[in-house]
């Protein structure tokens, strides 16, 4: 089983690298076409980035022998101690998997700075960013920190992942200011397609996301596979129907609803069964199909809708896993199955961590904003970030 283990989270890695890239075509057909090379590169870079800090320090801040429960020792910098053995999963199989889960948390970022970031300040934020914010919180949730002592439940990453990236992302957009033009005329997607097909990229690759972080082939990953299907569909149509019963029934109602669904469901998704699911992917279509209202009433340059979509759903999620966990499933119940202790903890985790992802994350972008400034001039971000920071053009 252990071979068998190993090539199932091996294939599971792959899914998640994927996303990635599915990241940046989804927000690369969102944008004007003199940006989509920049939005598609932002999620490369992303993942070639954390790449590298992730075997040199990032691991073991997030998974080395837990200091106090805020962060993790150095014996395993620049993956020393890290065995390719192991009486189950080989240790070094388990680094590359979530390697690949903190690549593409930075890459959600990049939505608050669609269309006038410098490649160069984002490179400085995304190696600061992942050092300072997501590694902690990885610790906290997952390698041994202050909130999995406390119990909270986080299957996938609704609090490591999707709240930390969304709010973050909420930050940074305040601290960068609104691309110019918005609010005064329409900012069009340009290649709404290139969204779509992202979005099947991430729908598809969302199996490996959930699946794999059973971390076995088991009972659970086989549950969390299903479920993560169930709650995908249910926020499709949920948030569809919503914006439908406000104008038509857009094809980025479907998608949008499509990843607030997946979203959702990571936290629970080794912790409840189908119908849960069902519920949870449909309050999570209307919830997040409001936090998008609610950010443009706001004027909100949050310009890809990290917030409103992965930080929203994935706090739903967080605290829909207190509430419907069993442990006829994962071994914790929830409110509904008599543990009501289960959402005050699943609670106060998400709102501590909510906290410092937003702070934190400001202050580290306004410090990187005095030093070398986040954005492009005017006149390149008027010409695009394509021509501007990458001296290329999407154009035949």
């Known amino acids: 089983m252990q071979a068998v283990d190993t090539a199932f989270v091996l294939l599971c890695t792959a899914l998640v690298i994927l996303m990635t890239f599915g990241v940046g075509f989804f927000y690369a057909g969102l944008v004007h076409r003199k940006n989509i090379i920049s939005m598609i590169t932002l999620s490369f870079i992303s993942f070639a980035l954390i790449s590298l800090q992730w075997i040199f320090f990032g691991y073991t801040l997030s998974f080395g022998t837990d200091i106090m429960g805020i962060i993790g020792s150095t014996e395993k910098i620049a993956l020393m101690n890290v065995s390719l ?19 593409i948390t930075l890459a959600i970022v990049t939505s608050a700075v669609a269309e006038r970031i410098k ?9 600061a960013w992942s050092t300072i914010i997501y590694d902690p ?11 999995q ?5 986080d299957f996938a990453g609704g609090i490591v992942v999707h709240i930390c990236a969304g709010f973050s992302a909420l930050a940074l957009a305040f601290v960068i200011g609104k691309r110019r033009g918005f609010g005064e005329y329409t900012l ?10 992202g979005g099947g990229l991430l729908w598809f690759g969302w199996f490996g996301f959930n699946a794999g972080s059973a971390l076995a082939v088991n009972t659970i990953a086989v549950n969390a596979f299903i479920v993560t299907n169930i709650s995908a569909a249910a926020g499709t149509f949920s948030y569809m129907l919503t914006s439908w019963y406000y104008g038509k029934p857009s ?33 999570s279509g209307i919830i997040c199909y409001y936090a998008l209202v609610f950010r443009l009433a706001r004027q909100w340059d949050e310009s890809l809708d990290a917030w409103a ?3 929203s759903g994935g706090l739903w999620g967080t605290l829909a896993a207190g509430i419907f966990a069993t442990a006829a499933i994962g071994g914790v119940n929830g409110l509904i199955a008599g543990n009501p202790q289960q959402l005050i ?3 106060g985790a998400a709102f501590v961590i909510l906290a410092y992802s937003f702070i934190g994350t400001w202050i580290l972008a306004l410090a990187i904003d005095k030093i070398i400034g986040l954005r492009v001039k005017e006149e390149e971000e008027y010409v695009g970030l394509d021509i501007s920071q990458h001296g290329e053009s999407s154009r035949a």
């Open 345 to 347: 903890t699943q609670a």
């Open 137 to 147: 919180i990885a610790h906290w949730v997952w390698g041994g920190g202050w909130a």
């Open 188 to 197: 069009s997607p340009y290649n709404i397609p290139l969204t779509l097909l």
């Open 119 to 127: 490649l160069s300040s984002f490179l400085l934020f995304g190696l």
């Open 149 to 153: 002592q406390m119990g909270v439940l």
């Open 251 to 283: 094809s980025l109602s479907m998608i949008s609803g499509t990843i607030a669904g997946l979203g959702a469901i990571t936290p629970a998704a080794g912790f409840v069964g189908p119908m849960e699911a069902f519920i949870i992917g449909t309050v």
């Open 309 to 311: 979509i992965h930080g």
């Open 85 to 103: 053995d192991g009486d189950k999963l080989p240790e070094m199989v388990f680094m590359v998997f979530q390697m690949a889960f903190a690549g």
